[in-house]
């Protein structure tokens, strides 16, 4: 193998390395997104459920939500 061909072994690798480092980064980025999505949405349906058990016991439907 050539000097040449050792510098270019080389600078592919750390081109290789660089590449994988953003795509480490980028993927780390949307995991935490889609974690606090998840989490956002789960919160949102958890209002949403205590909203709607409200409205049954205001219209006095709480005897038929509450299962036997």
Do not use: Y
């Amino acid at each position: 193998m050539s000097k040449t061909d050792s510098k270019a072994a080389v600078d592919m690798t750390q081109a290789m390395e660089n590449t994988l480092q953003r795509l480490q980064g980028r993927f780390q980025t949307m995991s935490e997104e889609l974690e606090s999505k998840n989490i956002n949405m789960g919160t949102r349906i958890d209002d949403l459920e205590k909203n709607v058990l409200e409205l049954m016991s205001q219209a006095g439907m709480e005897e038929q939500a509450s299962p036997k």
